[in-house]
């Protein structure tokens, strides 16, 4: 059993309008030191696989198919053996 962890964030050309409106929260609640906030998922997956090579095959499937929308998103997989 593999765990994949998954991190999925707006490319950077894309505006975060989440990520401006929680720098502005930042920013009326006197934290002024932050900047360039951006808002992104987490996902973590139990994948049943033989491999490593093979949960992160099905992980990279799932994301390019459902999780992630590969147009405005970029994503990291990182696998883990259980």
Do not use: W
């Not at 360039?36 to 491999?51: H, L, P, Q, T």
């Amino acid at each position: 059993m593999y765990k994949a962890k998954i991190n999925i964030t707006l490319r950077k050309s894309i505006l975060d309008p989440k990520g401006k409106a929680a720098h502005h929260a930042l920013q009326n609640l006197g934290i002024k030191n932050i900047d360039g906030v951006r808002i992104g998922k987490f996902i973590e997956m139990d994948i049943d696989a033989n491999s490593d090579k093979q949960a992160m095959e099905l992980a990279e499937t799932a994301c390019s198919k459902l999780l992630a929308n590969e147009v405005m998103e970029d994503y990291q997989i990182e696998i883990e053996n259980n």
